[in-house]
T-cell receptor, first 115, second 108 residues
Framework: NAGVTQTPKFQVLKTGQSMTLQCAQD?????MSWYRQDPGMGLRLIHY???????DQGEVPNGYNVSRSTTEDFPLRLLSAAPSQTSVYFC??????????????FGEGSWLTVV | GQNIDQPTEMTATEGAIVQINCTYQ??????LFWYQQHAGEAPTFLSY????GLEEKGRFSSFLSRSKGYSYLLLKELQMKDSASYLC?????????FGAGTTVTVRA
């Protein structure tokens, strides 16, 4: 079972560059989300989607874009990378919304460094 | 938004019991999750509480008091592999917000 797959696992970017973190799930989950994790701050929600064609902002959306053209894929785009975006990024999915009590499954994480 | 507080670090001896507390303030509370995260890995689901009381699952138990905005995760018969970060997460509408995590170190 593939579950939630994130690529790349490691990436180094220069300030001002753009890139896309890919996320795909094969569990037919409606709900997908992106978190970033920084030391001492826990996981913070960037963007989330409750279904194809629907996205919404989380706690820290600035500097990031998302789209949800299919149920399976939920890419996260960094428009112009900044050192403050150096972090570990996790994609997550669940069947139905979080409010229905469904467990969230996480991808393995993407370590991003912006220099 | 949510304020979720948990201790930063805890140390315990193999075979002992450790209790990790989590306090929260939130609007529209709709459940509380506990996740385990080993260094360099993704969080994995441990437990879910939506009603007051204790949920037991093997060596791990989780307790919730909604009126007090309080939960704890109890780890019994600690093993070396339990050394990890434990994340408290509060559900509100369609969002899951996390505390900063408690790093538990198990010593022989």
């Amino acid at each position: 079972n593939a579950g939630v797959t994130q690529t790349p696992k490691f990436q180094v970017l220069k300030t001002g560059q753009s890139m896309t973190l890919q996320c795909a799930q094969d569990m037919n989950h409606e709900y997908m989300s992106w978190y970033r994790q920084d030391p001492g701050m826990g996981l913070r929600l960037i963007h989330y989607s409750v279904g194809a064609g629907i996205t919404d902002q989380g706690e820290v959306p600035n500097g990031y874009n998302v789209s949800r053209s299919t149920t399976e894929d939920f890419p996260l785009r960094l428009l112009s990378a900044a050192p403050s975006q150096t972090s570990v990024y996790f994609c997550a999915s669940s069947k139905g919304t979080v409010s229905s009590g469904n467990t969230i499954y996480f991808g393995e994480g993407s370590w991003l460094t912006v220099v | 938004g949510q304020n979720i507080d948990q201790p930063t670090e805890m140390t315990a001896t193999e075979g002992a019991i450790v209790q990790i507390n989590c306090t929260y303030q939130t609007s529209g509370f709709n459940g509380l999750f506990w996740y385990q995260q080993h260094a360099g890995e993704a969080p994995t689901f441990l437990s879910y509480n939506v009603l007051d009381g204790l949920e037991e699952k093997g060596r791990f138990s989780s307790f919730l008091s909604r009126s007090k905005g309080y939960s704890y995760l109890l780890l019994k018969e600690l093993q070396m592999k339990d050394s990890a970060s434990y994340l408290c997460a509060v559900r509100s509408v369609d969002k899951l917000s996390f505390g900063a995590g408690t790093t538990v170190t198990v010593r022989a």
